[in-house]
């Protein structure tokens, strides 16, 4: 099958599931793609355990094998996606909410990282699962940080108030960078890649990839902010930003820095004041339609992929105990790492209360979750780990995306949202 008509097989299904759910479930439309295609999926599990010799996975497999995740998401879809829910973020409030979110996407994500690989390192070797603590610092990276797609997603659905749609956006947008360079470093100490490589370096790897990544970002947004205000041409804004969203990424990659990272911080430029009076009306309409339907069509194929990624990621008898003890460890770890890295933030307790609360449940994980999973070496590690984590990135999605509603309803009164 060529490249064109993979595409096109993944949009066929995608329109179709949406469709499905739209007739049936009616549910937002990216978790109604993943519900179909997961109960599909399903489907076909079963069909395959009952006529093994029809070999009804081979076709659905290939597919999945062909599309690539792994490299569709993190080294392709992912600079649009980013720089799409980048660029609908207020700067203005972000800067205002600046504290917190750093609070949150450093100190907070690492703290979800080792706890999280903690909890699983003492409690799973009563399931029989011993693998060494780095490797659950590895999973720990896959499951800490929430994914940015789901959460703006997830955000325009809830209407929050102001302050907290800048924490949250701001949040969910940077630390899948710092979950995906810490999973890097640490696959680099678990698997040996890398001679020699002490506390120091591991540090040094991560400040060159997340510090660099940003001021790269820094440049290049700025960059093309003078050269939309210089060109003042529709059609021209839009080539930049597409330039701007896809060049930052690659370029960020090729010189080992962080890629999400600095496509981020590119994007936010696009939110600034400076951006809103140089883009004239039209323009600005122009670009918000534009990475607006880049973006709902990537998810739609992301929320497919990640529905039908059971197919390959079959848990054994063992591992599903693993997987229900994961999902609480997941949304403990999430807890206590945003209590504590919010802790000493000079806001109110019933504030602080409600704001802890919604950041905690609504810490849901995706695509870019599923994909480093998928990107363990192959092997007993990649067995065990991935399966887990596909089942709290389900879990994280269709539970808590699907109650999320109700619980701000309950904690923000439609009042409150509106001031």
Known sequence: MSSLGLIATMLCLSTLAAIINLKTFRLPATIGILLVSLISSLILLFADWIFPSWHVLSV??????????????????????????????????LLNRFIPVIALVLPGTLLAIFILAGAMFFTFPFLRIHLPFIWYVVCGAILA??????????????????????????ESLFNDGVGVVAFGVAMTLATGSAEHVTLTDAVHMFATEAVGGSLLGFITGALAIFLIGFVSDPYLDLLISLTLATGTFSLANSLGMSGPIAVVVAGLWLGSARAHRLISKESRHELEMFWRLSEEVLNALLFLMIGAEILLLVPGARIIPAILIAIPLSLISRGASVFCSTIL??????YKKRMISVLTWGGLRGGISV???????????????????????IFTILVQGLTMEGIVAKLYPSQEKLS
Do not use: W
Not at 151 to 165: F, K, N, S, T, W
Not at 345 to 350: K, N
């Open 145 to 170: 940080p929430t994914d940015p797609v789901s959460v703006v997603d997830l955000l325009r659905r809830l209407g929050l108030p102001a302050p907290i749609q800048a924490i949250f956006a701001g």
């Open 345 to 350: 933030l000079p806001v109110r307790d019933d």
């Open 60 to 93: 659905p497999r290939s597919i999945l094998l062909k599309a690539d995740l792994p490299t569709a998401l993190l080294e392709g879809a992912l600079s649009v996606l980013l720089f799409a829910g980048a660029m609908q973020v207020n700067l203005s409030h």
């Open 371 to 393: 994909s480093l999973a998928l990107g363990l070496p192959e092997g007993e590690v990649r067995n065990i780990l991935a399966p887990i984590c596909y089942g709290v990135v």
